[in-house]
């Protein structure tokens, strides 16, 4: 049998060649990647038994994470392999262990190149409030969020930290301080992160996906703390619409308080947000669709009287101002011929 380690390095490496973002290893199933949107087999590898598979895990987990791995049944770890960053997800599936491995590049690319619209510098200026960055699994809301953070850390003084789990993108200061504290390592849950929060002279805040929802629900009246104070927060979540990120904000606000001070509190720290989706692009690779809504006048007054099934119809009556919602992003890029209709 191959060693282990050599044969994950060398799936790594035909994984780097074809440009794919990520690789999925199940037993019974020669090893999967994702390249240019495409889901397909990597050519020529075989297929996995479960006796190599738990001997390639062994190679990049601790003691201690295997242990781990055993009690929780999943876990969620970043590493550098072969000269590459990796997010990876080791977990059980019919009583086995399979992993998926994703593509963090070592890079943080500039908003502009993502291509996110000219209203992105509205979320630039605010000083203080919540900003969240949303889209659904591999959308790329982690790789904009990190863009936001490295703007702000070359073009302004501020103290910045971050709160991850885990720490994908690496910040290096350039004007501003940046230190990054992931959740079970630097600190123990996220919890005592925020509180660490609250009692520092902090400008920027960044949290990741917080996927446990009770975990996020207690979160979000400290964010709130935070977002109300002289701190932005720039946090991610897991939705496909404006009005889906403003319903999981308050749902999980209507827990700790009345329905009515959770719209006024929303709608007085709310900057923006933005929704995202990553689309095949034609002749190779993928492309960013967005949709972006600002907190003007119009949207405080729909989120105070709780009419959020209504922001769609103000994204439309205020594409002067830089808004845009999903469906139109997408169809403007058809219309551009950038991405095929069925593509969608």
């Known amino acids: 049998m191959e060693v282990p380690s050599i044969l994950l390095n060398r799936i790594l490496s035909d994984l780097a060649k074809k440009n794919g973002s990520d690789l999925h290893l199940s037993v019974g199933s020669a090893p999967m990647i994702r390249a240019s949107g495409e889901f397909q087999p990597l050519a020529d590898q075989e297929i996995i038994t479960s006796e190599i598979l738990n001997k390639i895990i062994e190679t990049f987990l601790s003691q201690e994470e295997i242990v781990r791995l055993k009690e929780t049944k999943g876990i969620v770890l970043v590493r550098n392999l072969v000269n590459f960053r990796f997010r990876i997800n080791v977990f059980y599936e019919k009583g086995l262990l399979a992993a998926s491995f994703h593509y963090v590049p070592n890079l943080i690319r500039s908003l502009q190149e993502l291509g996110l619209p000219e209203a992105r510098h509205n979320f630039l200026k605010a000083n203080s409030g919540l900003l969240v960055i949303a889209g659904a699994y591999n959308s790329g809301k982690t790789t904009t969020a990190a863009s936001f953070i490295e703007e702000i850390n070359k073009t302004s003084v501020k103290n910045i930290v ?7 993108y690496l910040f290096v200061g350039k004007k501003s301080l940046v230190t990054q504290r992931q959740i079970g390592s630097d600190v123990n849950n996220v919890t005592e992160a925020l509180d660490y929060c609250l009692n520092e002279d902090l400008d920027v805040i960044y949290l990741n996906e917080i996927k446990d929802e009770p975990t996020f629900n207690q979160a979000l009246v400290k964010i709130f703390e935070l977002a109300s104070g002289n701190c932005l927060v720039v946090l991610e979540i897991n939705a496909d619409s404006s009005e889906r990120v403003l319903e999981k904000i308050l749902g999980g ?15 007085d720290i709310l900057v923006g947000i933005v929704v995202q989706k990553l689309v095949k692009r034609r002749g190779g690779g993928l492309i960013l669709a967005n949709e972006i809504l600002l907190n003007n006048a119009p949207v405080k007054s729909l989120i105070r009287e709780g009419k959020i099934y209504q922001l769609k119809s103000v994204m439309q009556t205020s594409r002067k101002e830089g808004m845009i919602n999903l469906e139109k992003s997408l169809e403007n890029l058809v219309e551009a011929g950038e991405i095929r209709r069925e593509d969608i």
């Open 162 to 168: 971050t709160i991850e789990d885990p720490i994908e």
């Open 253 to 267: 606000l209507s827990r700790q308080m009345t329905a009515e001070a959770a719209r006024y509190n929303l709608a």
